[in-house]
């Protein structure tokens, strides 16, 4: 029989219960800051309640949308840079949530590791906190798990789940037509896709991640690509409140233009994009000619300037463009929706600013 005066603990086996512990003791305060009506903030029960009727919603559908940060999540790893890795977490949830019409109202976070690092994690969850002050969700909770043998050490994996409410009347998309006028959202840069070409590209040029960014000199090139992802939900809200004349609403996420336009979509409908209407952010400029990468493996990659989509009538459009302007957004005229019964949907014109 094992000697039980010898025996082994779970600290032993590479779990660390009190760091945990620790944890949710230095992100409570963060996570008190996304309180908001419906939710409470505090943590550490076994689940998260949230009151539709005090959030206002009087004939709500529930919206829930899921998503990660891919291999980004690496550069902050090998940089050390953790804090602002969560709000690209929550970006990719809540733009995928504000394109129905709907208003974020919980979050709730997964955070995997090979070892608990209280001070990195409670990093990695106050960036989660700010996204969801930035768009006006609680974080409702979420889960630490500690997994040795799985993960590296060091290495840590995040995943995040969105719910967020509208009300039946404010479902988007509603009655896309031939000739609607299309509207591009600057982006922020890469936001949180293709970076495993981007991570292959910066191997290629043989750069450190704490060397000055070629397009941005005066930060690192770490920081530079760890610009957090934008965050469009308070804009949107604010501009459908101001108008119903929006038809749709497109976030450019995983495959680019191509992929995510036709999801709002009917069938027999595509859309014509004019490359030369918008300006290429310099970090989409270097990635192309870093890595030799062609016009459409970056439209098709990445957002290349352009974070989100809209879409009116052509007789609403002003009224739409001014809505945004008045929340706050930079709307530019970058195509219509035409007829596509078959083939490609969305179809290409003019050359980007590369």
Known sequence: MPDKNNGLTYAQAGVDIDAGNRLVDLIRPAVRATRRSGADGEIGGFGGVFDLKAAGFVD???VAANDGVGTKVKIAIESGIHDTIGVDLVAMCVNDLVVQGAEPLFFLDYYA???LEPE????VVKGIADGCVTAGCALLGGETAEMPGLYAAG????AGFAVGAVNRSGLLPRAVAK???LFGLPSSGVHSNGFSLVRRIVERVRLAWDAPAPFAPERSLAAALLEPTRIYVKPLLAALKATSKIAALAHITGGGFPDNVPRVLPKGLGARLELSAFPVPTVFKWLAEAGGVSQAEMLRTFNCGIGMIVVASQGDAQEVENALRAAGESPVRIGE???APEGER???QGT???
Not at 155 to 158: F, Q, R, T, V
Request: aromatic share 4%.
């Open 113 to 115: 590791t090979g070892k």
């Open 120 to 123: 990195a994690a409670a990093a």
């Open 179 to 181: 000739g609607d006028a």
């Open 346 to 348: 969305v179809v290409m």
């Open 352 to 354: 980007l600013g590369l």
């Open 155 to 158: 290495d840590y994996d995040l």
């Open 337 to 339: 929706i035409i007829e």
């Open 60 to 62: 709500p559908l529930l």
